[in-house]
């Protein structure tokens, strides 16, 4: 038996050793000149006689060496074919739908000369074998460094990750990201309005002691309200023109009043008089806000500036400038950025108070921006504008989401540490938001009070009180009309009517 398989490798290497003789070209003065005839035969015995004479005479195996195919002949696609490799034997899997590219060293059977589609069960099959490449990078993040999952094969790891049920999750579409399901608000229900402006009330702001809310109004007149009641305790004159914005300062007994006048006043609540003055601004000032702890006051204009003001030496410590349009609403907070304004330029801008600069500038809105509003809990706001109310996240302004639905000129936002957004808008429109997921849960539009027309339909500012319960509008048809919660509804008699929509949250 030995004998034989040394006969067979030894003719198997006397025959290979003549091919590659028969095909070599020798060089001469550094050409390759092909041997001719004599020559050739003259180098075969000489070979032969030097490296296999001790071998000639053992028979041969004629059936251990047989070529693949005819020499040098072409497949289907034109590709010149070589005989199979003189080595060892190596056995080659080809997979997939085209032929292995032939060369040098390839073997190529009956199967991979021609180029042959997969029927469709294979297809599927080979489909729900490979694992989904979302599936493939989850289980690389889960596998811990060294990972042992690297020793699993593919399709058993899916396995294990997905509960055996690779089959399908392979072949299941990614679902599109959904809105959650809103928090239930009870409705708000309107009981009582409020009348004695003689012209369109502007501005509305609840005192911090809870007790009385103050109004600025078109008539040029500052009135202050008891909240319980409803009755008018004092009126204020002294702007020359509407005013157009009211605080009431919760470090000191101060009132400050804004108006088209361009003058900014600081009230002592003690005396009913106006103590100071802050004289800067070019135009109309349209807005204030009072930082929560520190004493500044902050105003914005007509003249696309806003301005910072000490509020005891009455110096303007900054003026802010970059809008290109009035500057339409302000806000303070303690955190940065510690200002924010919206413009008719249609832009936001945070600012740095310390250096009276601009740290961002936001451009996504399409119309003016007449509201912001921060939420009193979250580290975020809300802008509201007639193209959409869209929300940020601090410090650098990152788009969250838009609140679509409210198609009008949106004058004035407010929101509850509850999550309860009011939107109001210049047609008498007031839509109620979830913030979270921007669920529109309520739209009222009050009737306008006998002896104004429809067309005086319109809500300039709104506000809650301070224990949030009750829900303050200022109005065109020049009333101050209070909202609270219906505290006979239930999740069963307003139920909330939402379905599991695709979210669209698009920057434009």
């Not at 809103?182 to 004695?196: A, C, D, E, M, N």
């Not at 003001?309 to 955190?335: I, P, Y």
């Not at 504008?385 to 929300?391: A, E, L, Y």
Request: charged share 20%; glycine share 6%.
């Amino acid at each position: 038996m030995v004998e034989e398989v040394q006969k067979h490798s030894v003719h198997t290497l006397v025959f290979r050793s003549l091919k590659r003789t028969h095909d070599m070209f020798v060089a001469d003065n550094g050409k390759p000149v092909p041997l001719d005839e004599e020559s050739h035969k003259r180098k075969m015995a000489i070979k032969l006689r030097n490296e296999y004479g001790p071998v000639l005479h053992m028979p041969t195996l004629k059936e251990n060496f047989k070529e693949k195919g005819p020499q040098n002949a072409s497949d289907s696609y034109g590709h010149k074919q070589y005989p199979a490799n003189q080595g060892q034997e190596v056995e080659y899997l080809v997979t997939g739908t085209h032929p292995y590219p032939p060369g040098p060293g390839v073997a190529l059977t009956a199967d991979t000369k021609i180029q042959r589609m997969p029927s469709e069960s294979a297809a599927q099959s080979l489909a729900v074998a490979l694992p989904s490449s979302q599936a493939r990078v989850d289980a690389n993040r889960a596998a811990p460094a060294g990972g042992s999952d690297r020793s699993q094969p593919a399709g058993m790891t899916l396995a294990v990750m997905e509960g055996g049920n690779a089959k399908n999750s392979a072949l299941m579409a990614k679902k599109a990201p959904t809105m959650p399901k809103p928090q239930w608000h009870p409705p708000w229900k309107l009981y009582r309005v409020i009348s004695g402006h003689l012209g369109w009330v502007r501005c509305i702001a609840v005192e911090p002691g809870n007790q009385w809310f103050v109004t600025g109004s078109a008539d040029r007149t500052i009135k202050i309200w008891d909240l319980a009641s409803g009755k008018l305790k004092l009126s204020l004159t002294g702007h020359i023109s509407t005013v157009r914005g009211v605080i009431v300062s919760a470090r000191s007994p101060y009132l400050f009043s804004c108006g088209e006048d361009k003058q900014v006043k600081c009230w002592d609540l003690e005396y009913n008089k106006v103590i100071r003055h802050y004289h800067g601004h070019l135009s109309a000032v349209y807005g204030l806000d009072l930082h929560p702890t520190i004493d500044v006051l902050v105003t914005c204009s007509r003249d696309s500036t806003a301005r910072i003001w000490d509020v005891r030496t009455k110096a303007s410590v900054h003026t802010l400038s970059g809008h290109t349009n009035a500057v339409a609403t302000v806000r303070c907070q303690a955190a940065e950025p510690q200002i924010i304004t919206g413009s008719h330029d249609t832009t936001i801008r945070l600012w740095d108070l310390v250096a009276g600069k601009t740290r961002v500038t936001l451009t996504n809105h399409k119309k003016s921006v007449r509201a912001v509003v921060l939420h009193p809990r979250h580290y975020t706001f809300a802008s509201g504008s007639p193209d959409n109310i869209k929300q940020w996240k601090f410090p650098d302004g990152s788009f969250i989401q838009n609140l679509s639905g409210h198609n009008a000129i949106i004058n004035t936002l407010t929101v509850n540490s509850d999550g309860v957004l009011v939107s109001g808008a210049d047609n008498g429109t007031m839509h109620l938001w979830d913030w979270r997921t921007g669920y529109n849960f309520q739209r009222v539009h009050a009737a306008v009070q006998p002896g104004s027309l429809d067309s005086e339909s319109g809500i300039f500012a709104c506000a809650f009180d301070q224990s949030e319960s009750r829900l303050l509008t200022a109005e065109a048809d020049k009333t101050i009309k209070v909202y609270r919660e219906d505290d006979t509804a239930t999740e069963e008699t307003h139920p909330v009517s939402w379905k599991p929509e695709i979210i669209k949250r698009k920057r434009f």
